[in-house]
T-cell receptor
Framework: GIQVEQSPPDLILQEGANSTLRCNFS?????LQWFHQNPWGQLINLFY???GTKQNGRLSATTVATERYSLLYISSSQTTDSGVYFC?????????????FGRGTQLTVWP | DTEVTQTPKHLVMGMTNKKSLKCEQH?????MYWYKQKAKKPPELMFV???????INESVPSRFSPECPNSSLLNLHLHALQPEDSALYLC????????????FGSGTRLTVV
């Protein structure tokens, strides 16, 4: 079946700290993506990362598709990084772009 | 333009009301979606439109009626909703069906009273 699992469910950091969020996904999932949902509900696409490594400022992501996991790294965290981080993927057997989300990691960054 | 625009941002409606949510994108994306998100939960798919045709209806009650007037617009018509339908309704679009370019709107926070 389609499974997308995230850890940890909650993360509390002091400003300036680094963190790693993990996403494990089943073999029927591909085209992994990472999103950030801010406290107002806006979902921002951080990375489209089916495989390999990408970086965007203080954020970077790595997907090892053969081992069915992806990691999101946040360096020098800021209070504006707070929110929920979701990973999501597509059903490998479908052609209709439906995203399957993990349960998310709730990140709180304190000043 | 790299945005998906949703209106209204907030909506309070009674159980006998009829209202519509609107969504617009001008990125030339071929697929558009409605998701529903309850508090502390991930988004759940409601409908998928591809090339302006309904492709997926995830067993959504008929009190939710989607409409795609053209390739840039997506509406969700609401009628006779229940309090448990209160949620954040998110519109999204993607360039194609690989999921590339997936972009969400800021959502409509719906409260049914």
């Amino acid at each position: 079946g389609i499974q997308v699992e995230q850890s940890p469910p909650d993360l509390i950091l002091q400003e300036g700290a680094n963190s790693t969020l993990r996403c494990n996904f089943s073999d029927s999932v591909n085209n992994l993506q990472w999103f950030h949902q801010n406290p107002w509900g806006q979902l921002i696409n951080l990375f489209y990362i089916p495989s390999g490594t990408k970086q965007n400022g203080r954020l970077s992501a790595t997907t090892v598709a053969t081992e069915r996991y992806s990691l999101l790294y946040i360096s020098s965290s800021q209070t504006t990084d707070s929110g929920v981080y979701f990973c999501a993927g597509l059903d490998r057997g479908s052609t209709l772009g439906r995203l399957y989300f993990g349960r998310g990691t709730q990140l709180t960054v304190w000043p | 333009d790299t945005e998906v625009t949703q209106t209204p941002k907030h909506l309070v409606m009674g159980m006998t009301n009829k209202k519509s949510l609107k969504c617009e994108q001008h990125m030339g994306h071929r697929a558009m979606y409605w998701y529903k998100q309850k508090a502390k939960k991930p988004p759940e798919l409601m409908f998928v439109y591809s090339y302006e045709k309904l492709s997926i209806n995830e067993s959504v009650p008929s009190r939710f009626s989607p409409e795609c007037p053209n390739s840039s617009l997506l509406n969700l018509h609401l009628h006779a909703l229940q309090p448990e339908d209160s949620a954040l309704y998110l519109c999204a679009s993607s360039q194609d069906f690989t999921g590339y370019g997936y972009t969400f709107g800021s959502g409509t926070r719906l409260t049914v009273v």
